[in-house]
């Protein structure tokens, strides 16, 4: 199995709302990474995580909040959110390790805020 | 992770021709990765160059390295719709699970 999943494949939510966007693979992979695109720009990084452990936050607000309960699942908690936040979120995995290895991408969770 | 920056931003092309992007990057590299997103979906990686590897193939897709001049170029050949794209470069130089940082890309458009 080379994939990534990642549910729901859309997602509309009010701001005071709480969701969770889910990701997960069952490649072996030890890191997993959270990425956020906006409208014809570049995917920009969240958070990774490295052997379930939060390795990088790349100073993302506090309404959003990773989870990584095991190796093959990682969610992204969200709350009271903005219509700025609306967006294409992507969740990645690698085998980790060291010297940087490829990235999978899931197909990402589309996110409109309202 | 450093950025890339690739060049041109936007190429378009008929069917069948070549289509080559280049990326350049500031700092020195462990490896180099391109990948592809078709619109609205989900990256997919293409290919991962090694800093000590000078040119990588698979099927259609050619890469090339310059260590010296800090820079990558993509080639990929006899293009089919299909190829309808944006092109990313990915830089690395840290050590383990560091996350990308993506420029703007190369939009590729195959004309029919």
């Known amino acids: 199995d080379t994939e990534v999943t990642q549910t729901p494949k859309h997602l509309v939510m009010g701001m005071t709302n709480k969701k969770s966007l889910k990701c997960e693979q069952h490649?072996?992979?030890?890191?997993m990474y959270w990425y956020k695109q906006k409208a014809k720009k570049p995917p920009e990084l969240m958070f990774v995580?490295?052997?379930?452990?939060?390795?990088i936050n790349e100073s993302v607000p506090s309404r959003f909040s990773p989870e990584c309960p095991n190796s093959s699942l990682l969610n992204l908690h969200l709350h009271a959110l903005q219509p700025e936040d609306s967006a294409l979120y992507l969740c990645?995995?690698?085998?980790?390790?060291?010297?940087?290895?490829?990235?999978?991408f899931g197909p990402g969770t589309r996110l409109t805020v309202t | 992770s450093q950025q890339g920056e690739e060049d041109p931003q936007a190429l378009s092309i008929q069917e069948g021709e070549n289509a080559t992007m280049n990326c350049s990057y500031k700092?020195?590299?462990?490896?180099l990765q391109w990948y592809r997103q078709n619109s609205g979906r989900g990256l997919v990686h293409l290919i991962l160059?090694?800093?000590?590897?000078r040119e990588k193939h698979s099927g259609r897709l050619r890469v090339t390295l310059d260590t010296s001049k800090k820079s990558s170029s993509l080639l990929i050949t006899a293009s089919r719709a299909a190829d309808t794209a944006s092109y990313f470069c990915?830089?690395?130089?840290?050590?383990?699970?560091?996350?990308?940082?993506f420029g703007k890309g190369t939009h590729l458009i195959i004309q029919p």
């Open positions: 990645a995995s690698s085998p980790g390790g060291a010297g940087g290895r490829e990235q999978y």
């Open positions: 490649m072996g992979h030890r890191a």
């Open positions: 995580y490295s052997y379930e452990k939060l390795s």
């Open positions: 700092t020195s590299i462990n490896n």
């Open positions: 160059i090694r800093s000590n590897e």
């Open positions: 990915a830089p690395h130089s840290g050590g383990g699970a560091d996350g990308l940082t």
